[in-house]
């Protein structure tokens, strides 16, 4: 295991999960840049001088708070654009600029119940031996006009010692933030360390990023894969 650990558990958690063949493509902003994105009462995260948006798309698996499967239906793929905030009590997190999911029924219960941007999204993970496609196109709510293709070829595990600093800020989260009607929530998000592995970025076609509010993303990405975790969610709290 490479990634960091989580200083604390999740006793009770509101649901399960597991986020699988995932991959993490990262690229440094301005802070400037990512700040105008997050609320006020959120600070973008600087780490070596740059504000870092994450797009990682992955397969979820969405399980009761026990633990207890709910068949196919629950088993999409999915896809953030992710940056990383400090709020006024110094708690470190995860702030959604947007997450299409391929199942109508999680992005409702999502944008409604959790206040995350959830966009309900045609998508497709393929594998063909160690080299993934993933595919987004958006199809609600409007606007729709973004689409996502990133392809990868992962490589031999990292271990702990091959990380630094930065590589486990940028995947070891362990927090989300929300906001609804100018209040902030949160939410821990407690889950093993990441198993993570190298990864080469063959191609990538994104507007993600730009639908978010960003400028075109500049200079090659850090690009990490994992094949995944199991995660527990506990309750969004003020």
Known sequence: ?????????????????????????????????????????LRVEVLDGAAWV???????????????GLGPVTTFCETNVRTYVVDAAGRR?????SLDAARL??????????????????????RVGDEITYRCRRRAPRPVAAESRVRVRVGAPL????????????????????????????????????PLHRADLLDVDDHLLTAAGLPPPIGDPLVHYSPGVDVRIGAQRP
Not at 54 to 68: E, I, K
Not at 93 to 97: E, I, K, R, Y
Not at 110 to 122: E, I, V
Request: glycine residues 8%; hydrophobic residues 50%.
């Open 1 to 41: 295991m490479a990634g960091g650990s989580c200083p604390f558990t999740v006793e009770q958690p509101t649901m399960t999960q597991r986020w699988a063949e995932l991959t993490f493509v990262h690229w440094a902003f301005e802070p400037a840049v990512v700040s105008r994105l997050v609320p006020a009462h």
């Open 54 to 68: 994450g797009l990682v798309p992955f397969r979820m698996r969405v399980a009761t708070a026990g633990g207890r």
């Open 93 to 97: 997190g995860v702030w959604f600029l």
């Open 105 to 126: 029924g999680a992005v409702v219960v999502a944008r409604t119940r959790f206040r995350l941007p959830y966009f309900w999204s045609s998508m497709a993970l393929t």
């Open 159 to 194: 271990a702990a010692a091959d990380l630094g600093p930065r590589e486990h800020s940028l995947t070891a989260r362990w927090r989300l933030f929300s906001a609804a009607g100018g209040r902030c929530r949160h939410a821990q998000v407690w889950h093993e360390p990441w």
